[in-house]
Each structure stands twice: as C-alpha cells, then as structure tokens.
C-alpha cells in the first residue's frame, strides 16, 4: 500500500500575559505559535504518541491554576506580605479582572482543551490510514476525559464558559457562551460515552501509561459533573460503579498517602504524574510546589529549599479538627509553627492543646516562624528525606492527586443522604470507612451534615472542594469567615480582562 501522509497545522492559544514578580519561575503557558509537523499516519504504532502529548499537557500545568482553584474555601488562607496581592484580595472575595492569575488559569486551561482535541484530530488520522479502531476509541475516550476535567474546572470557578468543538482557538471569537448547567450535562454525556472504552483495571495496572486513565477516572469526573448538577441519582450510580469494581482501596496511611508512597496509590484514581527520574540531576518533571511551603525551615536533610508562604490551612478548619478529636488527618493537613500553635491558644477553648502538635514533623523537619501566614499545608509537602539525593527543590517529583477513592465514597454517601439509592454500599458505611482509616468510631444513621463535616476534614485543600461544596449547598455563612463577606454574587470569578477583550461573547457577562 502506498504510504499516505498528511500534514496538520496546530495551533497554540491566544497571547501570552505579562507576570509579575514571580515571572521566571513561571511555567508559563505556550507562546502564540503553530508548530507543523510532517506524519506518516500508516505507521500505526505510532497512534499513541499523540496521546503521550495529551498527559504531558495534562500534567504541565501552571504552578497559580491549582491554588486559584481552591483558595476561596473556608479551609484554606491565602498567604499575605507577599508580590500577589490580588491573590490574597481573592481570598477575600474582592477581585480583580485584571490579575494575572487570573488569564493564566483560562489561558492555560484552555490551550489544554485545544490541545487535546488536536490529538484526538491525529488519532483519526491514524484510526483512517489502519490504526486499531479498539484502541483509536480507548485513546479519544482518555483525552476526553482529560479534557472534560479541564472543563469542569473552568466552569466551578467562572460559571458560564465556553465549549470548544475543535482545535482551533479562533473559534471563540464567535463562540456562544454555554451555562455551568450545560457545561456539566456535556461533561457527563460525554463520560457516558467514554466509559466502556477505557480500560476496565486500576491506572497503576497500566502496562502502555502507568497511571493512565480509566473507566473509573470517567465514573468519577461524571460523578463529579452531577454533583454540581445535583443529580443525586446520577452521583449514586457512578460512585457505585466505582465501588463495586473492587479496584480501589482507601491506604491505611493517611499520612503518607501524601507522600512518595502516594504515587499510583490503590485509592488514586486520577493524578498528575512527576518524577525525577530517580536521579539527583539532570532532567525532571515536577509541579512547582514551592507557592505551598513555608518560608522559614530547618530539613532534616541540609539543604532542601523552603516555599513561598502563599497557602495556608485556615484557623477555621484547624479548630474543626480538634473539636472533633481529628489526630491524623489534622497532622497531615497542617504544618505548625510555634507561632500558629500560639495563635490557637489565644482562644480560651484551645489554650491546652494535644502534645502531638509540634512545630516539628513526625520526619524532624522544623516548621519555623515566617512572616506571611501561620501555618502551611502538609498536604504539599514532601518531607526533606523523601527527596532525592541532589534534588533541593521543595517537595521535588511529587505526585498531585485530582480524584481520590475516599471522596468517591464521600460523594456516594451525600448523594444517599440526598434522596439517592443504590445497593452497592449504605451511606454508613461509606462514611465510616473513611473514618475509621482517620481513628475515629463508626457513625449510625448518618444524616448529610455528617457527611458534608467528613468531607470537610478529608478533602480540606484539595481542589476547592470544600469552596465548591459551600457553593452548591448555599451554605453562604460558612464562607463569611475572619473578616470575609460573602454573597452569591461573589461565587465566580469575572471574566479576565485580557479575553473580554479578544472575546465578543464575554462581554455582555
């Protein structure tokens, strides 16, 4: 057969924003460009590769999306005295459509989209010229999903956003803005269809891309979508699947689910994947965890480089855990300094405190006093000894978890508490399973305040869940916290300035 080549032309979003102080630490998203490349789509051994690129993408993403995403919850501060004030002025619902970070998160996020539909463009291409059609839709159904996340989380913090129908960027100039509703229903549609291509086994089980997604990955991002949705029904019958499977476990270290052990855990169902190689130079692929770390500390292993103080655990969220007996997943969840323990105890209440609260973690790295916050999140450390010889960047080669096994049972029990049935697994029990991997006694009975305070403990920091949650389930004084004032009308961030100015539809929001 005559080889058949064909040529495409990819391209890359939008333009870039000026940063501010912190700009040549960026992973910044691409530059305005096209790259074109030559491919032999008969070499059918060749299809995957474009789905490689989709993961790197994927993984790749800017170092501000993850905590813009989640800071706005009442679990969680943004670290102030620093170059991002306008991330703090977020925090406290006061926002600037002109921020940076803003444009970075739909900027970046969207060139992922784009991206991803480009792959699936080439996987055709291949699927044309005698490529496997099994695995042409196991490879689109992964992107999807991918992308589908992506597109859950533009639509939680912004609302109303756009739904591309191909590669190519421009189309949002006359593009209709879709409601968060039709967002989510696209996402769960779309999962739907996914669901039975992908394989059936868990990511770590992978041969071809270890970690790669799966059929879970896709239950759980439709389980995610009907949330928002509250299709409490729809929630129940993909957690269940989920649980059913038999696949996921929760790990009976919290603690060191966290860490390196965290990697292609049997209760991760979807994560970013770093590594460095396992070597002490050279090349290495990690997420700048340095914006979560405190500023002042003493490793245990001389040498390891400390953070910048931006994201702190919340006073709030601190209290919770102690009135509720929490010992592991507060010690997970918190860095203490001396100075943060002593802020507690100025509160009557909490003037005796458990022995275990340390400045110091159970690793013997030393949390010192630093100017920006109080307090900084452990679940983005690393600690110093688990870093490779060589290797100083704080928290180097850490894995990010987007969906854990223990929210899924979460989810299945606030959507049985929510009118919700299935046969797979009683609200108690999917509660007290995470309970009791926390040390705490089973509950009978349990009511959907319960489970909304167990999610509140479990996923404090993580995603924005419990922001989100807060949301959804109008629970408006909650956010008003420390100061805070909080209205619906506060509930998304504006349209940044940057696309309102290149993008039509933006402009009547």
């Known amino acids: 057969m005559q080889q058949i080549k064909k040529y495409i032309a990819v391209p890359f979003i939008l333009l870039m924003l000026l940063f501010t102080a912190c700009h040549d630490l960026l992973d910044e998203p691409a530059e305005n460009r096209t790259f074109t490349g030559e491919t032999d789509y ?9 789905l490689i690129g989709a993961y790197a993408k994927f993984y790749d993403i800017g170092w501000e999306t993850y905590p813009l995403i989640s800071v706005r919850g009442d679990d969680v501060n943004a670290g102030g005295l620093g170059d991002q004030q306008d991330f703090m002025e977020t925090d406290h619902f006061r926002y600037n459509k002109d921020y940076w970070m803003y444009n970075s998160l739909w900027e970046g996020f969207y060139s992922r989209v784009f991206t991803h539909y480009s792959a699936i ?7 044309e010229n005698g490529g496997s ?27 109303d956003i756009f739904i591309p129908t191909s590669y190519d960027p421009t189309q949002l100039l006359e593009a209709e803005l879709s409601t968060k509703e039709q967002v989510m229903q696209f996402i769960s549609d779309e999962m739907t269809e996914a669901i039975n291509a992908l394989p059936d086994i868990h990511p770590s089980e992978r041969t071809d891309i270890p970690g790669g997604v799966t059929r879970y990955a896709a239950l759980a991002v439709k389980a995610l979508a009907n949330l928002e949705l509250k299709n409490y029904q729809a929630v129940a019958d993909a ?30 169902i979807l994560e970013f994947q770093y590594s460095d190689f396992g070597q002490g130079s050279g090349d290495r692929k990690s997420y700048l965890w340095a914006f979560f770390g405190p500023q002042n500390w003493t490793p245990s292993v001389t040498g390891i480089g400390g953070g910048w103080g931006f994201f702190e655990p919340s006073l709030k969220y601190i209290k919770f ?52 916050a109080l307090f900084s999140s452990g679940k983005h450390y690393l600690p110093s000894d688990q870093i490779i010889p060589g290797r100083t960047e704080y928290s180097s080669s850490k894995n990010m978890q987007l969906i854990r096994y223990s929210e899924i049972l979460l989810m299945h029990a606030e959507a049985l508490t929510s009118g919700a049935s299935s046969t797979a697994m009683t609200a ?18 349990v009511t959907h305040q319960q489970v909304i305070d167990e999610k509140f403990a479990e996923l404090a920091m993580e995603w924005g869940t419990r922001y989100y949650d807060m949301l959804r389930l109008e629970r408006y004084n909650e956010l008003s916290y420390d100061g805070r004032t909080f209205t619906p009308n506060l509930a998304f961030l504006p349209y940044p300035q940057n696309q309102v100015d290149q993008l039509p539809a933006l402009r009547g929001e």
Do not use: C, H
């Open 239 to 268: 957690t269940s699947q989920i649980i059913q499977s038999g696949r996921f476990t929760l790990d009976p270290d919290f603690y060191e689910l966290f860490k390196t052990k965290g990697k292609l855990n049997r209760e991760n």
């Open 121 to 127: 463009d080439q996987i055709e291409l291949y699927r």
């Open 428 to 445: 108690d029990q999917a509660v007290n399973l995470v309970r009791n991997r926390a040390g705490l006694g089973n509950l009978s009975g």
């Open 321 to 372: 855990m102690l009135d509720r007996g929490e010992t592991t997943r507060l010690e997970t969840s918190v860095l203490f300094t001396n100075r943060g323990i002593q802020e507690i105890r100025k509160d009557p209440a909490y003037a005796t405190l458990p022995g275990w609260i340390s400045n110091t973690t159970r690793s013997g790295d030393v949390i010192n006093d630093f100017a920006r």
């Open 133 to 159: 059609n099994s695995l042409a839709d196991q490879y689109i159904a992964e992107i999807k999903t991918m992308r589908a996340f992506l597109l859950f989380q533009l639509s939680r913090v912004w609302g």
């Open 42 to 50: 008969t070499q059918s051994e060749n299809m995957i590769l474009p």
